[in-house]
């Protein structure tokens, strides 16, 4: 293996690795935020590793999906880690899938989820379940533009290209489309992650969940791995911001110096994000359940605008 | 306190003069076990009029032990009759609900616990009563949810039965009565201090007015008047109580809506409320306080300034609060138009509290039937038309103001003089009443005394008792994901309702 197919697939593993970090930075900074002291940075990691050694609890009524669903879950979104650049702007599965099989990669653990939710056949996850699949398909549309929007920047949907061309264009790489674009995708990665406004990933309130209704049946290893995809979720959607529409950054080639510099400027990106997804949290409540179609319908049309302003620029439409 | 005594045939034509002319609604219905003195249970109707409270009292002769139901014409006569039926084995005739209302299926058929010969062991040999039936509602797309009596965060145990089609509520039953601890019963046998032990615990967080209708039953049941300087410091505490449930209300609403910074703020005011509270005498939730006759805590000049210095600037920390809440649109989004309680159903059950007055029913005890120092420490009522989740918000944000101002109003007010002493124990058979505006609503005691100055029976309205029933129609037609927001609006007591 060279060293960039090396550094690619150590960033990936770093990504997994150092996803529930950045779960504890955003919890630690909300905390702050609300004049609370919050737990440690590594919490999450404490929270992970009691789940593993519990033992699995099954309900009675359950069949093999709900035994399947943490690893179907944690593998698909752990391949997604490998399709998406951070600190070098190649990717170890780059070959292999775009930005769309990222898309879809995504979209199956979702499917297994809400399954999940089903599965056991109590009223809660039946409700987290469907009230996920309305979310969803509002959501995916929304991604897809955001996404394509960055694609024709790039003239290709490969990720780490993708990074690639963002990271040579520095300044040139503020234009409107983009922005747009970004501002789409932010939207998307707080429905898609559960997060405020359109999910509160701290309620105990049974009849408001949605990500943690589905997942109430779930203990043990099980529900440590569903968590841990959670935060990779996050992670996956934050790096895909930070590298596809914040300029500068990605190194693009595997010398040390590059790399460094390059993964200096990821985590600091993913501070400043980290610090945005925090500051939403701590300004804005849920919303209404039937406000979120709205909510997600404002990100899709500002990723339709985006590819519309991008196909201005490149085609002169 | 005036009584009429007609018979069960009677009963609805008096109570339908005293709700037409009065006009008088439907307090509380007291029942007790009078078989060895008059061969019957005497089932008390208590109206409150206005300026006076009114009882209706029927004697029901033993065997058969029936009267007609009221229900007919006070909707809430319903509830209470339902808890006489289980608890004395009193049948009331066209009674629209007969089931059980507090006691599960463990409890056996045919054991009535407030009954003077209610023997437990006895009552362990009888078989278990049927399975309570929810009301089915059918149709197509149409799903039970059953949520409780254990959640998932860490609050009081209540099954709640959902019947949605989609998201909208259909209908809504409400199942309690798993913490009913027989405080009632506890109660008879026990002499004044330990009754008031009980009544600081019948709902924790609104300990001092029930302590204080508990005492102010004894007062009036021995025919005594506590001294100005005890009335008095019992406004400060019926608000300063009033200031930290509020408080602790707005802050669930704001963690309801997933808006945690307002919580957190409003939760901080509360903690400095509470305190404070332990300042004065030692415990946070006011209890210790009242007693019999007075107050066993007096407040000395210095802490009475800090108190009054304090509450100003937490009124101050409160206008912020205020003002935070009121200018997050997503907030407010989500509480305006939730949970509508009509106001013809919050008059008919009987709603009380702040819960009724969002709806605008005008209802306050503190100025309808002034006790301690209320009649020169007057508080206006805050009344407000909407019924939703944001009406019950304001109507409790102004409360929390008065509150404040009323407790500096009081403390400046406070004459030099006793605190109030041991009272003379009341004649066997005696009777009286004690009331408070709880930050729920109206707390009502009755209470007769036995032999010795024990306790005969005490008979406990709290007002969640009488709310519960009112939170099905308030979030009739609403999604589900709402129903928490709605039912924290209301934030009733479990174990008040339970006792």
Redesign the interface.
């Known amino acids: 293996m060279t060293r960039a197919g090396a550094a690619a697939f150590g960033q990936s593993l770093a990504l997994i690795a150092l996803a529930p970090l950045l779960a504890g930075l955003i919890k630690r900074l ?1 905390a702050t ?4 002291r919050g737990p440690d940075l590594i919490q999450p990691y404490r929270d992970l590793w009691k789940a593993m050694r519990k033992e699995t609890v099954v309900s009675e009524t359950a069949s093999w999906v709900t035994l399947a669903v943490p690893y179907v879950v944690f593998g698909g979104t752990a391949a997604a880690a490998f399709l998406v650049p951070a600190a070098l702007a190649d990717t170890p599965l780059g070959p292999a899938g775009d930005a769309i099989a990222l898309v879809y990669l995504l979209a199956v653990p979702r499917f297994f989820l809400a399954l999940g939710g089903l599965d056991a056949g109590s ?2 996850g039946g ?1 987290g379940s469907s ?1 996920e699949m309305m979310i969803s398909s509002s959501a995916e549309p929304a991604l897809m533009l955001a996404l394509f929007a960055a694609a024709l920047e790039a003239g290709t949907t490969n990720l780490g290209a993708m990074a690639r061309r963002m990271a040579e264009l520095g300044w040139a790489g503020f234009n409107p489309g983009l922005a747009l674009a970004a501002a789409a995708l932010f939207l998307v990665a707080l429905a898609e992650c559960g997060r ?2 359109v999910d ?1 990933p ?7 969940m949605v990500h943690e209704a589905m997942i ?1 049946e779930q203990s043990g290893r099980g529900l440590g791995l569903i968590e841990w995809a959670g935060m990779l979720k996050l992670a996956i959607f934050l790096t895909l911001l930070a590298d596809l529409f914040l300029p500068w950054g990605a190194a693009l080639g595997a010398d040390w110096t590059q790399l460094g510099l390059g993964a200096a400027l990821c985590v600091l990106k993913l501070c400043a994000l980290a610090v945005a997804v925090a500051l939403v949290e ?10 979120v179609p709205d909510f997600l319908g404002t990100a899709f049309v500002l990723a339709l605008l985006a590819l519309l302003s991008q196909g201005v620029v490149r085609i002169g439409l | 306190m005036a009584e009429t005594r007609v018979s069960c045939a009677r009963l609805a034509q008096a109570a339908r003069r005293l709700r037409d002319e009065g006009p008088c609604r439907l307090a509380t219905v007291v029942a007790t076990d009078d078989r060895s003195a008059e061969a019957a249970f005497v089932v008390r109707y208590v109206f409150a009029c206005p300026g006076r409270f009114e009882t209706i009292s029927a004697a029901v002769p033993i065997p058969g032990a029936c009267c007609p139901s009221l229900a007919q014409l006070f909707p809430v006569a319903a509830l209470f009759e339902r808890e006489l039926r289980e608890f004395f084995g009193v049948r009331f005739e066209g009674h629209p609900d007969p089931r059980r209302l507090l006691l599960h299926e463990l409890w056996p058929e045919g054991a009535f616990p407030l009954r003077k010969d209610f023997k437990p062991e006895a009552a362990a040999a009888l078989p278990a009563a049927p399975p309570y039936a929810f009301v089915p509602v059918e149709g197509e797309g149409v799903f039970e949810i059953p949520v409780g009596p254990v959640h998932a965060g860490i609050i009081e145990p209540g099954h709640f039965r959902f019947s949605v089609a989609g998201e909208p509520i259909i209908r809504l039953e409400a199942r309690l009565g798993y913490v009913h601890r027989g405080i009632e019963k506890l109660a008879e046998g026990a002499r004044a201090p330990q009754g008031l032990r009980l009544a600081e615990r019948v709902s924790g967080d609104n300990a001092f007015a029930h302590s204080l209708a508990y005492c102010q039953a004894w007062e009036r049941l021995a025919g005594v008047e506590v001294p100005r300087r005890a009335a008095v410091l019992r406004v400060v505490g019926s608000e300063l109580e009033r200031m930290h449930c509020h408080l602790a209300d707005i802050a669930g609403i704001a963690t309801d809506v997933g808006f945690p910074f307002g919580a957190m703020q409003a939760l901080r005011l509360r903690e400095l409320v509470l305190r404070r509270a332990a300042a004065w005498c030692g415990d946070r939730f006011l209890k210790g306080i009242n007693a019999p006759g007075g107050v066993r805590c007096d407040l000395d000049a210095v802490r009475a300034r800090e108190l009054a210095s304090f509450v100003k600037e937490s009124a101050r920390g409160f206008a912020e609060l205020k003002r935070l809440l009121g200018e997050t649109d997503s907030l407010m989004d989500r509480v305006e138009g939730t949970g509508e309680l009509p106001r013809r159903v919050a008059e008919d059950l009987g709603g009380v509290g702040p819960a009724a007055r969002a709806s605008g029913v005008d209802l306050d005890l503190r100025r309808d039937l002034p006790y301690a120092a209320y009649a020169d420490i007057p508080i206006p009522v805050a009344v407000r038309p909407e019924g939703d989740v944001g009406a019950r918000m304001a109507v409790k944000f102004e409360e929390f103001e008065r509150s404040a101002d009323a407790v500096v109003r009081a403390l400046g007010a406070l004459s030099e003089g006793p605190c109030g002493g041991p009272i003379p124990e009341g004649a066997p058979g005696a009777e009286g009443m004690g009331w408070a505006e709880s930050p729920r609503g109206e707390v009502l005691y009755w209470l007769r005394m036995g032999p010795e100055g024990t306790i005969a029976r005490l008979k406990i309205k709290d007002p969640s008792f009488v709310n519960w029933p009112l939170l099905p129609w308030a979030v009739r037609g609403d999604i589900v994901p709402d129903f928490p927001l709605v039912n924290k609006s209301f934030n009733l007591s479990y174990a008040g309702n339970d006792r």
């Open positions: 909300k935020l609300q004049n609370r009223a809660f409700m009230r405020l406004p509160n701290a309620t105990h309130l049974e009849l408001t109430l701590t300004a804005t409540a849920k919303l209404r359940l039937f406000r």
